[in-house]
Nanobody, 123 residues
Framework: QVQLVESGGGLVQAGGSLRLSCAPS????????MGWFRQAPGKEREFVAG????????SHSDSVKGRFTISKDNAKNTMSLQMNSLKPEDTAVYYC????????????????WGQGTQVTVSS
């Protein structure tokens, strides 16, 4: 049974930083592309960042580019999202996603999803 467990969410002031982590189990980590999505109240889920199975290719949405960085450590079986210069509009539930195909991660059609972790940025 595959599980994706997110951690690292919380409350932070604008301009602060948080680091989200996703720890998968039940899958061969190095064979999976992964990504982060977020959903704010009343809004649709949106792509935040994605990373290929090898970790060599990444993509970040325009809204977070230059502030957030996705990374993947195949040796430690962890994937992270470093979030700097946080803004109140970054407030959302953040979801980890995994799929063997990078394109499916980027398009939000991943096979596996985590339960989400809340990030709240106060002004």
């Amino acid at each position: 049974q595959v599980q994706l467990v997110e951690s690292g969410g919380g409350l932070v002031q604008a301009g602060g930083s948080l680091r989200l982590s996703c720890a998968p189990s039940g899958l061969t980590f190095g064979n999976y592309a992964m990504g982060w999505f977020r959903q704010a109240p009343g809004k649709e889920r949106e792509f935040v960042a994605g990373i290929s199975s090898s970790g060599t290719t990444t993509s970040h949405s325009d809204s977070v580019k230059g502030r957030f960085t996705i990374s993947k450590d195949n040796a430690k079986n962890t994937m992270s999202l470093q979030m700097n210069s946080l803004k109140p509009e970054d407030t959302a539930v953040y979801y980890c996603a995994a799929d063997p195909q990078y394109v499916k991660v980027k398009t939000g059609t991943s096979k596996y999803w985590g339960q989400g972790t809340q990030v709240t940025v106060s002004s």
